[in-house]
């Protein structure tokens, strides 16, 4: 196994938070959630497959008649804006596909489901997407449904190598993933004195009150951790407090303008941030419109996460969501999404099919990484329950939430 394939299979054991994403010309920037915490990681009794991925012995998804319609929940601008994909869909099955954007923040969706889930109402949707961390819960909990493969040909046969069997879900029985992506240093070459390849930039007193970072508390505290020489798959919650500490003077001095999801692009692109902690996808596309934005792994390391698809229990199209999942796992499907959410993209082929329309996004390493790249991003470590609610806390204390 090579070294991209550990890497990209450790991140699947690990509690990443999924982060917001720009697109282009897209109206307005999503507001940000605070962390429902309470509601997330209150008592859970569920039985279902444990963090090391056993099945628990659930049901596979039963073949039905196509439906006529599927509730569709992921995160905002994560697919094509004419939405293509789901017009291609609706014309092969003759479904009606109602694709709500509602995923925010993994641990708010976590929050406004968790009752119906434990009821076994989907709520009427039949694929949710979340990170991994938060699809983990879900199995744990027995809140999602067991696939049927044989009725998904598409996504076994194209998924890629390294993420074929995360250790907790190994067979990839209740999960396929949608995306992955990077989060790292934003930055305008028109306004910094030199690449800020090192956090220590964010931190220097010459861009005060420029600079931003993430209000996702994996992505912030675990860049800073790793400046400070604590590798965020081991580090203690000591070790990720002194970067909580370190944060919360730099918000307290001013250097820091502001904790952001993705409101940080309309700061950049205006010139109120000269540099900040922010997502790889973005970055691509802020790129577009400005040749002076750049993105880059800082020297001590990048933090590196992935979205799932997962189909609810009492979900009232389960069959037909299998068949979406599968459908995605077309390579000339995901060549769509792909070419338009620039994240990491986890199916063959894909690469490919986007050397013939665009050769410069078919070799940009943000969406087809190779090993050299990834070398420098690390998975911030799992959490129990009194280690994450200990540092979120901390965290949003500093958010001044």
């Not at 919650?237 to 730099?250: L, R, S, T, Y």
């Not at 902690?277 to 800082?298: C, Y």
């Not at 690390?378 to 009194?386: A, M, Y």
């Not at 949003?396 to 939430?401: E, F, I, R, T």
């Amino acid at each position: 196994m090579s070294d991209l394939e550990r890497r990209f299979e450790a991140i699947i054991r690990d509690e990443i938070s999924r982060r917001r994403l720009l697109r282009r010309g897209a109206a307005g920037a999503l507001s940000v959630s605070a962390l429902s915490y309470l509601a997330a990681c209150g008592e859970e009794t569920g039985g279902g497959g444990d963090d090391d991925g056993s099945e628990a012995e659930a049901a596979r998804i039963k073949k039905e008649p196509i439906a006529d319609s599927l509730y569709f929940a992921n995160w905002p601008l994560y697919i094509e804006e004419d939405r293509g994909t789901l017009k291609e869909f609706e014309k092969e099955y003759g479904t009606k596909v109602r694709y709500v954007e509602e995923v925010n923040d993994n641990t708010e969706f976590f929050g406004k489901v968790r009752q119906q889930y434990d009821r076994g109402d989907s709520g009427g949707r039949d694929i949710h997407v979340v990170t991994d961390w938060m699809a983990a819960r879900m199995m744990r909990l027995d809140y999602v449904q067991r696939f049927d493969k044989s009725e998904m040909p598409n996504a076994s046969k194209n998924l890629i190598a390294r993420l074929k069997s995360p250790p907790f879900d190994p067979k990839r029985e209740y999960s396929m993933p949608w995306q992955s992506g990077i989060a790292g240093i934003i930055y305008r070459k028109d306004l910094v004195e030199r690449e800020p390849k090192s956090v220590d930039d964010l931190f220097d007193p010459a861009y005060k009150g420029k600079v931003t970072m993430l209000s996702e508390m994996r992505d912030t505290v675990g860049i800073v951790a790793a400046s400070l020489g604590h590798d965020p798959e081991k580090a203690s919650v000591d070790q990720f407090m002194e970067a909580i500490d370190k944060i919360g003077e730099a918000a307290d001095s001013g250097q820091i303008r502001g904790f952001t999801g993705n409101e940080y692009t309309k700061d950049i692109t205006k010139g109120d941030s000269a540099l900040l902690i922010g997502w790889s996808g973005d970055a691509v596309q802020l790129k577009l419109d400005d040749p002076n934005i750049e993105f880059v792994i800082p020297e001590t390391g990048g933090h590196l996460w992935t979205d799932n698809m997962q189909i609810p229990v009492g979900a009232p199209a389960a069959f037909t969501a299998q068949k979406m999942i599968d459908f995605v796992y077309r390579p000339e499907v995901q060549a769509d999404i792909a070419e338009y959410v620039n994240y990491i993209c986890p199916v063959e082929g894909v690469r490919e099919i986007l050397a013939e329309r665009d050769p410069a996004l078919a070799e940009n390493q943000l969406i087809f990484p190779d090993e050299q790249f990834l070398a420098d991003t690390f998975i911030f470590r799992g959490l129990d329950p009194q280690e994450e609610q200990q540092l979120d806390e901390a965290f949003q204390q500093v958010l001044g939430a």
